[in-house]
């Protein structure tokens, strides 16, 4: 590299630096420079945290139980939508996780309607559909009619 030839360094606070073409730096040592570096990256990490814990948005908050059960009636539908299906199964899933009580015929109707999954060819699918039965507690009574 030539003599005199200088580059720019920007960080994510837009502080420019100016390296010479030796590879030191005009103005500061090489010690505050590096702890310069982890000041600038710490902060700007710092602030991309905060943008990000703002910006998520839990998908299912505004689902509620009677829309899950009404799309419950995809279930029966040829063919079976798998990835439809799967995201369905999901938010059953997360209402029963979050502790929302379904009657004994809406537990019994989502019984029936997910063991109509089994189907299908998808091994994902299976897998959810495991999971939603074996947290799926419908009435015995109603199950052996």
Known sequence: ????????????????????????????????????IKEKLATALKENLKIEEGEFVNPWSNKDKASVMQEARCFGDTPIDSEKCMNLL????????????????????????????FQCQSTRLRRMVYLVIKELEPSEQEVFI
């Open 90 to 117: 999901t938010r059953v899933l997360y209402l029963l996780q979050q502790g929302e009580k379904f009657t004994e015929q809406e537990l019994t109707s989502l019984f029936f309607g997910v063991t109509k999954l």
């Open 1 to 36: 590299s030539r003599p005199g030839r200088t580059a720019w360094l920007y960080f994510a606070a837009g502080d420019p630096f100016t390296l010479t073409a030796s590879g030191g730096l005009a103005g500061m040592a090489t010690q505050s420079l590096k702890e310069a």
